[in-house]
């Protein structure tokens, strides 16, 4: 990152945008060689600003007190060790999504750990062997800790990273909040179950109601989006401006402009996109959202200052170096078909429903429907509580497959596959542009996509809907490489 000017960064901490740093401390010091970055996490209870003015602060579940949680910034090829406190009254674990790490790692209850219990911790440590933008957040009660708070972002940076002026991460998250500021209860309503899941009524940048963000003409900004949300996708217009995507999910692409100017970010996808501040001194610009047909909102505006930082932006390259992931080989790819039904308007008939360790057993929609379980993939449902997941599938070790994908619901469901990222190949028989990698797939209704990976990381891998009361309603799977 080259830091602008030191004038610029006050205004911008000013303005309260800037997510809180953890100090790490590094015992060897030179960058990106292996050094070890160690920090401690602890969830718990906090009260935080979301909303501003007249609004009473809201009681939040939060890392270290904050929401979101501390920004961890650490280099391509550290180690990131990370202790991690429950503060909670309730066990937790804590995901490092999107990070290819050993699977005893990976922060899934009863599959790779214990939950970490109520006044307990557990050390999470592995290496970082992909730059990008990655989050982390629990996988224990997902749709209610991460629906009270419980995120934050990792950035992982390239060992030489591109020339910007300022370097940010903005996490977005939806929250449903009553009239005083409070966080609303009502977490597994079967409504938001068997619809769309938790959406809510109020948007935050950074954790809070933004109004402004205040920019230079001239200046380059680099944007680490990250939709934290439970439920909620963003369909993003930066008006008057043509902001380019570098990276999809953490994982590089061709630097290009979104086909219709919008930037789609669906719950738990991050965008990194290079923000050239090409309007004039003293502007001003809406960032609108516009994903729900008849909700478009303001998220917040765009201010530019009276000076201009330069007379235009910069001109260095924007595109990333690429990670070290396996090519798949598609000629010899296993073909594996996905079959996503449920919910509401869906007509699921009902599924398989593994129970606390033993068989599945087949129940029909209503009595699924009495254990909350609205969704199956391949006609399973796996609740939340499950203590023994049957894989989906096997996949051999070393050789490349292929997930065919097909959303036969009336909602959207992005797909989250863990310890792994995949290339998208084809979204309803059409090859998709870039055929960008990613770790986190959206499928509209009626939607069939086609990824492919080689499955070069061993052990069981969550496989799931990420809009976390699909999750919690049955569309959870897993699959094995070995
Ligand atoms: Cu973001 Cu299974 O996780
Ligand atoms: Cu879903």
Redesign the pocket.
């Known amino acids: 990152m080259n830091t602008g000017n030191a004038m610029h960064r006050r205004d911008f901490m000013a303005a309260g945008l800037a997510a809180a740093t953890v100090p790490l401390i590094a015992p060897a010091a030179q960058a990106g060689l292996g050094r070890v970055v160690n920090l401690s996490l602890t969830a718990g209870p906090s009260r935080v600003q979301l909303v501003g003015g007249k609004y009473p602060a809201t009681e939040v579940w939060a890392y270290n007190a904050s929401v979101p949680g501390p920004v961890i910034r650490a280099k391509q090829g550290d180690r990131l060790r990370v202790a991690v406190t429950n503060a909670l009254a309730e066990p937790t674990t804590v995901?490092f999504?999107?990070v290819r790490m050993p699977n005893a790692m990976d922060?899934?209850p009863f599959v790779t750990q214990k939950p970490i219990a109520p006044g307990g911790s557990f050390v999470y440590e592995f290496d970082l062997p992909d730059a990008g933008t990655f989050?982390y957040?629990p996988?224990f009660n997902?749709g209610e800790q991460i629906g009270r708070g419980l995120a934050g972002v990792l950035v992982v940076e390239e060992r030489e990273p591109i020339e910007v002026d300022r370097d940010l991460v903005w996490a977005l998250d939806d929250w449903r909040l009553d009239k005083n500021a409070a966080i609303a209860g009502d977490f597994r309503q079967m409504h938001d179950l068997a619809h769309g899941g938790r959406l809510g009524n109020t948007v935050t940048v950074n954790g809070r109601v933004r109004e402004e963000f205040r920019v230079r003409a001239g200046e380059r900004i680099r944007l680490r989006l990250v939709n934290t949300a439970n439920a909620r996708a963003f369909a993003l217009r930066f008006e008057g401006h043509a902001p380019r995507i570098i990276a999809l999910d953490g994982q590089p692409v061709a630097p290009h402009t979104p086909a219709d100017g919008t930037v789609v970010i669906a719950p738990?996808q991050r965008v990194d996109l290079i923000l050239d501040m090409t309007g004039k001194p003293g502007a001003r610009a809406g960032l609108g959202d516009s994903y729900y047909r008849g909700q478009a909102h303001r998220i917040l505006a765009l201010v530019y200052d009276d000076k201009p930082l330069r007379p235009r932006p910069l001109d260095a390259p924007v595109a990333l170096p690429a990670n070290p992931l396996p090519e798949p080989d598609l000629a010899k790819a296993v073909r594996h078909e996905i079959l996503l039904e449920g919910g509401a308007m869906g007509g699921m008939r009902g599924a398989k429903v593994a129970g606390a360790g033993g068989k599945p057993e087949y129940l029909g929609m209503r009595d699924m429907v009495t254990r909350g379980l609205f969704w199956s993939i391949n006609g399973v449902a796996v609740p939340e509580t499950a203590r023994a997941i049957t894989p989906l599938a096997t996949l051999k070790r070393g050789a490349s497959h292929i997930l065919a994908m097909e959303n036969r619901t009336a909602w959207d469901h992005p797909m989250?596959l863990?310890g792994h990222s995949f290339r998208v190949l084809t979204r309803n028989g059409k090859p998709v542009p870039h055929r960008p990698w990613r770790?986190?797939v959206l499928l509209r209704p009626e939607d069939k996509v086609e990824v492919a990976f080689v499955a070069d990381n061993p052990g069981d891998w969550?496989f799931?809907c990420?809009i976390t009361e699909h999750?919690a309603a049955g569309m959870?799977a897993s699959v094995k490489v070995a």
Do not use: L
């Open positions: 995901h999504h999107g922060g899934v989050w957040h996988h997902g738990a989250h863990h770790d986190t969550m799931h990420h999750m959870m």
